[in-house]
Nanobody, 116 residues
Framework: QLQLVESGGGLVQPGGPLRPPCAAS????????MAWFRQAPGKERECVATISSGGEITLYEDSVKGRFTISRDNAKNTVYLQMNSLKPEDAAVYYC?????????WGQGTQVTVSS
């Protein structure tokens, strides 16, 4: 069974950076596209960023373009989300997700709080 373990969340001031990692257990990690989703209180879960299995292609939600960067290190079975210039509206639980068949795997989520 594939397991995803997220960490690196926490409290950050507006404008600050955060770079949570998501570590995967499966040897097949490198065959999966990966994504980061987030869900804020009272809002629907949304996809923030997606990366292809080899890391060559990335996609971003409009509100984070130019501020967030998704990356992966397949040798370490890990995907990262570099978040810069954080805004209060970025506060949410962030989830690491495989884009895989027959179903996606979800991590447990990591809380990101943006507050002064």
């Amino acid at each position: 069974q594939l397991q995803l373990v997220e960490s690196g969340g926490g409290l950050v001031q507006p404008g600050g950076p955060l770079r949570p990692p998501c570590a995967a257990s499966a040897r097949t990690f490198s065959t999966f596209a990966m994504a980061w989703f987030r869900q804020a209180p009272g809002k629907e879960r949304e996809c923030v960023a997606t990366i292809s299995s080899g890391g060559e292609i990335t996609l971003y939600e409009d509100s984070v373009k130019g501020r967030f960067t998704i990356s992966r290190d397949n040798a370490k079975n890990t995907v990262y989300l570099q978040m810069n210039s954080l805004k209060p509206e970025d506060a949410a639980v962030y989830y690491c997700i495989t884009r895989s068949w027959p179903y996606d795997y979800w991590g447990q989520g990591t809380q990101v709080t943006v507050s002064s």
